[in-house]
């Protein structure tokens, strides 16, 4: 299965459960304003019903009031009035108190509550009125009689209270029970989306890792070996196998055009030795007193187009150069390219190893390298001796010469040499530039105290 397709599988659940969970939301939503609803109905209903508590000591205070001032027509007017002004708005509230009831009993209290109103109104506007009106001062039985409805209006207010104060506990409950619940099983499942999540992307970062590190070892065994494909099993179906696959076209396709530029190469560089060395021999029979001159002018010239020609493989061979990586000494080094130039007289050179240091290099390239930039200060130099140098993980070249008249990246570049300069082919510092190049080495030059010095630096750093 391709990574994408797992991603997408993946991606998928992810997303149901991330629905799920949007769906809870909405369903605790839905749920918590059906709880709210129900509270707001509750308490309206017990802010009513507390309302009620308030007419019936209304009442209670207007029969107070009639029989403390049954002498006084006026003020016992007003009292009756105030009863009927009391019964229309209880009259008002009755309808609406009733329609939300949410009981049978509830709805039967209620009823029986608003029975003993219309009882307590019928008793201060009918028997009250005519005792007053009588001038009759013994209330004693109206008393009982309406302190009993009175009473028995209050018991039933505060057990109508109470069961709505209940209710309204219970509801409170369910909500907080509710609550919970959500809580909880959100939780739940923000760890299963964790858990899931995690044990999903980790197996799927796992296998892209691992896919990665073989496809890296195969890269590595690619330089290291000289393998011209990447041998190495990632699978199929996946989008790195495709990689590889497309790779290894490509690679075998670059090996191709490396086999056939190589073979070029050694049929030009055949083609050119054969000719110059039938030349050279052609030229040693023809020798003559006479002629030496005219002699060794042709045979510098075959000279210099042989090793303008091996230059030129030189130079070539190192675009496909595969390192072969060891550990030793600059002193190692410095001796190698030295045996390499034949030098005759040995005071024309001097060797200061002041820190005879380790690299690690390819050390035929190096030493190549290293021969050539002391090839040059022998080439070029004024006075003798030139100063080889080991100090500081770097290889100093000195010569007293003229300083460049370009900076050193002009003549790193193929072909380049000082205007005047007939010696040479302009390909030495381009070699050594390219060898030092894929070692991640630097090539420096400055002029100083009339030396033109040319340095190595084997490891990253500022040096002037």
């Known amino acids: 299965m391709t990574i994408r397709k797992r991603l997408f599988i993946s991606f998928s659940l992810i997303l149901l459960i991330v629905t799920f969970i949007i769906g809870v939301f909405f369903y605790t939503i839905y749920n918590l304003n059906s709880i709210n609803s129900q509270q707001k109905h509750r308490y309206d209903q017990l802010i009513r019903v507390e309302k009620l508590k308030e007419f019936n000591n209304s009442y209670s205070w207007i029969v107070l009031d009639i029989i403390t001032d049954f002498e006084k027509i006026e003020i016992v007017n007003k009292r009756i009035k105030k009863t009927d002004e009391l019964f229309e708005n209880l009259s008002t509230l009755k309808i609406k108190i009733i329609n939300n009831s949410q009981s049978k009993d509830e709805k039967k209290n209620l009823v029986l509550i608003f029975t003993y109103f219309e009882i307590m109104q019928k008793l201060i506007k009918e028997d009250l009125h005519s005792l007053v009106l009588s001038k009759n001062s013994d209330f004693r039985v109206f008393e009982k009689e309406f302190e009993q409805i009175n009473i028995n209006t209050q018991k039933l207010l505060e057990l109508e209270i109470k069961y709505l104060q209940d209710k309204l506990n219970q509801t409170q409950n369910k909500r907080d029970a509710f609550l919970d619940t959500i809580k909880l099983e959100l939780v739940i499942l923000f760890i299963v989306l964790f858990l899931f999540s995690f044990v999903i992307s980790s197996k799927i970062i796992a296998e892209i890792k691992d896919k990665l590190y073989r496809l890296n070892q195969g890269v590595l065994q690619l330089f290291k070996n000289g393998e011209k494909t990447i041998k190495v099993d990632i699978g199929e179906n996946n989008e790195l196998s495709l990689i590889t696959k497309n790779l290894?076209?490509?690679?075998?396709?670059?090996?191709?055009?490396?086999?056939?530029?190589?073979?070029?190469?050694?049929?030009?560089?055949?083609?050119?030795?054969?000719?110059?060395?039938?030349?050279?021999?052609?030229?040693?029979?023809?020798?003559?007193?006479?002629?030496?001159?005219?002699?060794?002018?042709?045979?510098?010239?075959?000279?210099?187009?042989?090793?303008?020609?091996?230059?030129?493989?030189?130079?070539?061979?190192?675009?496909?150069?595969?390192?072969?990586?060891?550990?030793?000494?600059?002193?190692?080094?410095?001796?190698?390219?030295?045996?390499?130039?034949?030098?005759?007289?040995?005071?024309?050179?001097?060797?200061?190893?002041?820190?005879?240091?380790?690299?690690?290099?390819?050390?035929?390239?190096?030493?190549?390298?290293?021969?050539?930039?002391?090839?040059?200060?022998?080439?070029?130099?004024?006075?003798?001796?030139?100063?080889?140098?080991?100090?500081?993980?770097?290889?100093?070249?000195?010569?007293?010469?003229?300083?460049?008249?370009?900076?050193?990246?002009?003549?790193?570049?193929?072909?380049?040499?000082?205007?005047?300069?007939?010696?040479?082919?302009?390909?030495?510092?381009?070699?050594?530039?390219?060898?030092?190049s894929l070692h991640g080495f630097n090539l420096k030059y400055k002029h100083k105290d009339f030396y033109n010095i040319f340095y190595i630096l084997f490891k990253a750093k500022n040096n002037s």
Do not use: C, W
């Open 248 to 436: 290894n076209s490509y690679l075998q396709m670059q090996s191709d055009i490396i086999d056939s530029r190589e073979e070029l190469l050694r049929n030009i560089s055949h083609e050119l030795k054969t000719p110059i060395t039938k030349g050279k021999f052609m030229l040693a029979k023809i020798e003559n007193k006479d002629e030496n001159k005219i002699y060794k002018d042709i045979n510098a010239i075959f000279y210099d187009i042989e090793k303008l020609t091996s230059k030129l493989l030189q130079r070539e061979k190192l675009n496909f150069a595969i390192l072969k990586t060891t550990n030793f000494k600059s002193s190692s080094l410095i001796l190698e390219s030295l045996s390499k130039l034949s030098i005759e007289d040995e005071s024309q050179v001097i060797v200061n190893i002041k820190n005879d240091f380790n690299i690690e290099g390819d050390f035929y390239y190096l030493t190549m390298a290293l021969k050539n930039l002391i090839d040059n200060a022998m080439k070029y130099a004024k006075e003798f001796p030139i100063i080889i140098k080991s100090y500081d993980d770097t290889i100093y070249i000195k010569n007293i010469s003229n300083k460049l008249s370009n900076d050193l990246i002009y003549y790193i570049q193929p072909f380049t040499r000082e205007p005047n300069q007939e010696q040479g082919h302009g390909l030495g510092l381009n070699i050594v530039n390219k060898i030092l």
